[in-house]
């Protein structure tokens, strides 16, 4: 035989070979993989087969065998069934169990059900509730990210399948309706969700915003009769607006009157007078009011506590009009003007009772305010212009009221009245008799403070003890505006 004759004849003993594995395993299901030999259950005679050298067939559907001591590959294609996805990593025996191929299930459901003998996994609890088959909504390449092809429902056919059942129905929270599914829904998630509004009459909003069939009103709602398009737009509850163009000035109460809509609430000023007296149709707050024509001085015609805001319980007692201290723009700041007050008159309104008068702790006098204070403010007090015959002038020296004023008067005895109304009345003792010589021959004799009362008088030296010469002229040494005294 020659080298041609012997490929040729080697060639048709390894087809041969494959074509009776295969036929083997399609009637009986059952192949020794340990050996070449396929067993014929009629007649459970084996046939040894020729060994063949290794091939490789197509890798798209091969399945590879966990067995330590071979490795074997299979193209899964040639059985009608091809592995996709998933299923081409699972282990031979996780669907053909007990090593039976035959009559192995190739439907979803033939597999993945409870109560199978093949390992697979099965619908969870918390599954959507449905009587279809898996490969409706997934594929082989996991569970997770299922997909359903809605474009050949019918409109207004969800609840078919959306019923609770077949597949999920509307969860207990969702809005009262009997509308189908697709009226706010799309086939890609069930949100976000919205309702074509354009072919709704206006004013009917309530014929599905009734509580039953839509939203309706929650119970926090203004009161009101009005019908939803009034207010609220078809894109969102809120912001809510109401077009007020078409109100007649001063009718506000017609509406805002607590039950058709918001009223004046348990905190707003006591007044009668319309809403649109001090507000506007954009909000509420800040109100305003305009004062252009109300009579000046006429102020407690409105604000008396009653009709309008009155004085606090705080407000300084007067009985002068509002705006004799206050702007119609804010309650403060307040001022007064003070340039057609009189000088020396401030008592006719700072009294304790028109205006604030002089309090508990005050300085005991009879002079009026302006004798102190200025009209800007009661502090700091202005200097003091002493009036008394006997008060020599404004002392140079930094000199406090209370530094003569020791007791609560205006009115003081002298400190030592032996030499009144002269300084030393005062400054007796603060007089140094060294500073004072009188003579220096034949002897030093010094001035007394009865000699030097006043002083601004003469203090002159003398050459002897008859004072009938001068040596040097003292006079006029000490005033009280001058600073070194």
Partial sequence: ????????????????????????????????????????????????????????????????????STKEEFDHIVTGFELTGVHRREKCESCHS??????????????????????????????APTQQPCDQCHDSRGWSGARFDHSAVLPG???????????????AGHMATSASCETCHNTRAWTP??????????????TCHNGANATGKPGGHLVTVESCDVCHSTRAWVPARYDHSAVTLGTCGNCHNGSTATGKPSGHIVTALSCDNCHSTRRWTPATFDHSSVTPGTCATCHNGSTATGKPSGHVITSAS?????????????GFDHSTVVPGTCSNCHNGSTATGKPGGHFVTTQQCDACHSTSRWIPTTSYSHNSAFFPGQHAASVSCIDCHTGNSETIAWRYSTYKPECAGCHANDFETGPHKKTETPS????????????????????????????????????????EF
């Fill in 1 to 68: 035989m020659n080298k041609a004759t012997h490929c040729g004849i080697s060639g048709l003993v390894k087809l041969g070979q494959c074509m009776i594995l295969f036929m083997l395993f399609l009637q009986t299901g059952y192949a020794d993989k340990s050996s070449s030999v396929a067993v014929f259950p009629s007649t459970s005679m084996p046939i040894q087969l020729a060994a063949a050298p290794s091939t490789k067939s197509a890798t798209r559907n091969k399945t590879v065998s966990n067995k330590k």
């Fill in 98 to 127: 007990r090593g039976i191929f035959k009559g192995t299930p190739t439907t979803c459901d033939g597999c993945h059900t409870q109560g199978r003998n093949i390992a697979s996994s099965v619908k969870p609890l918390n599954h």
């Fill in 157 to 171: 056919q969800c609840g078919r399948c959306h019923n609770g059942s077949i597949a999920n129905n509307k969860p």
């Fill in 193 to 206: 969700a919205v309702f074509d509004h354009s072919a709704v009459t206006p004013g009917a909003c309530v």
């Fill in 322 to 334: 509002c705006d004799s201290c206050h702007s119609t723009q804010a309650w403060i700041p307040a």
């Fill in 444 to 483: 030093t004799i010094y001035y007394t403070v009865s000699e030097l009362r006043d002083c601004t008088g003469s203090c002159h030296l003398y050459s002897d003890n008859t004072f009938t010469s001068i040596t040097k002229t003292r006079s006029g040494e000490h005033r009280p505006s001058s600073s």
